[in-house]
């Protein structure tokens, strides 16, 4: 057995769940004792985990899982014949308890780095946090980003606070079954461009999630447009590397 072996193998224990968020590995002399390897090669285990945000090895406190369990980063359903079916993100583990909360909403100026998602720089913008959760360990961060004109609309004879002004701990809103948010809420919807990248996780992202800072993670972008190309909504999805991106087609 060599390094990507353990590692492999590791990672399937994460995703399996047989090797918690928290849980303390076996120091690199008894690694390498269970795997008949030299210290070196489970040192070398080790490091790759840490290198992929998935553990942390402290001297004198060992090596410690800091992933949480795997979940499928879901991009959602083309075409589905009931949309009650189009669900935004799934667990891994079918079994497993999915859970999501918004931690955070503020209104605030668009800064220059959002002009490339077509918002211009000083928009007036709402930015809405939510964090998912497997089994109640966070395993996703995304942010919703929303011109103020577009989450200040309510649907027709609604009366209250827009749905997506709701503060943090308000009763979700959500539109009637079988119905999209975007046609509750009156929105012109065209297209969305999804751009997926393999880069170091934000701060907020790496904070949320228990991960050491600099963590590696998919980051998925959503930019969906109106049929002029103006921006309605964008939202950054971060996910570990261990999980997956999925998509369903429905001919």
């Known amino acids: 057995m060599n390094t990507n072996s353990i590692v492999a193998k590791i990672r399937q224990?994460?995703?399996?769940?047989?090797?918690?968020?928290?849980?303390r590995l076996p120091s690199v002399r008894d690694l390498a004792s269970q795997h008949g390897v030299s210290q070196q090669?489970?040192?070398?285990a080790y490091a790759v985990l840490s290198a992929l945000g998935l553990a942390r090895t402290e001297r004198g406190s060992g090596t410690t899982i800091t992933a949480?369990?795997?979940?499928?980063?879901?991009?959602?359903?083309?075409?589905p014949p009931d949309l009650s079916a189009a669900v935004p993100w799934k667990p891994g583990d079918a079994a497993a308890q999915g859970s999501e909360e918004t931690t955070l909403v503020r209104q605030s100026s668009a800064p220059a780095e959002m002009a490339e998602w077509g918002i211009a720089s000083g928009t007036e913008v709402v930015e809405r946090t939510r964090i998912r959760?497997?089994?109640g360990v966070p395993v996703q961060h995304k942010i919703t980003v929303l011109p103020y004109s577009v989450a200040a609309r309510v649907p027709e004879g609604y009366e209250g606070i827009p749905p997506m002004l709701a503060p943090v701990g308000a009763q979700p809103v959500r539109p009637p079954t079988g119905t999209r948010v975007a046609d509750w809420l009156g929105w012109d919807v065209a297209a969305t461009e999804c751009v997926i990248t393999a880069e170091p996780m934000s701060a907020a992202?790496?904070?949320?999630?228990?991960?050491?800072?600099?963590?590696?993670?998919?980051q998925?972008?959503?930019?969906?447009?109106?049929?002029a190309g103006e921006t309605v909504y964008v939202t950054v999805t971060t996910a570990p590397l261990h999980h997956r991106v999925t998509l369903d087609i429905v001919g």
Do not use: K, W
């Open 13 to 23: 224990g994460i995703a399996g769940g047989q090797y918690r968020y928290g849980t």
């Open 41 to 44: 090669t489970a040192a070398a």
């Open 68 to 79: 949480g369990p795997s979940a499928d980063a879901h991009l959602g359903t083309f075409a």
């Open 133 to 135: 959760a497997v089994d």
């Open 205 to 218: 992202a790496c904070e949320a999630l228990g991960m050491p800072a600099g963590s590696p993670g998919f």
């Open 220 to 227: 998925i972008v959503n930019v969906t447009r109106t049929s």
